[in-house]
Nanobody
Framework: QVQLVESGGGLVQAGDSLRLSCAVSGRTSSSYTMGWFRQAPGKQREFVAAIGWSSGSTYYPAFVKGRCSISRDNAKNTVYLQMNSLKPEDKAVYYC?????????????????WGQGTQVTVSS
């Protein structure tokens, strides 16, 4: 089992930056891909970023447009999501997720383990 605990969410103003953290514990593996997803009210959960735990390779969907950056600290078993130039439409619950392998990284159902999520609210 893998446990994921997100933190760092909150209320910010448009244009601000925020860094989310995901603490990973339990049965960790260098074969994991770590992902960030978000879910806004009334919308489907969508892929935001992913990183290969051992390779450090990063992956983003087109809509991120350079505003987000995912990173990991192997020593701390923590994954980060840096978000810049936040907009009101970025308001959502942000989830950390883990899966084995570097395939289907943008597909929500491919991830086996999930955190409880952290709320991000952006005021205009």
């Amino acid at each position: 089992q893998v446990q994921l605990v997100e933190s760092g969410g909150g209320l910010v103003q448009a244009g601000d930056s925020l860094r989310l953290s995901c603490a990973v514990s339990g049965r960790t593996s260098s074969s994991y891909t770590m992902g960030w997803f978000r879910q806004a009210p009334g919308k489907q959960r969508e892929f935001v970023a992913a990183i290969g735990w051992s390779s450090g390779s990063t992956y983003y969907p087109a809509f991120v447009k350079g505003r987000c950056s995912i990173s990991r600290d192997n020593a701390k078993n923590t994954v980060y999501l840096q978000m810049n130039s936040l907009k009101p439409e970025d308001k959502a619950v942000y989830y950390c997720a883990a899966k084995l392998g570097l395939y289907e990284i943008g597909r929500m159902n491919a991830y086996e383990w999930w955190g409880q999520g952290t709320q991000v609210t952006v005021s205009s």
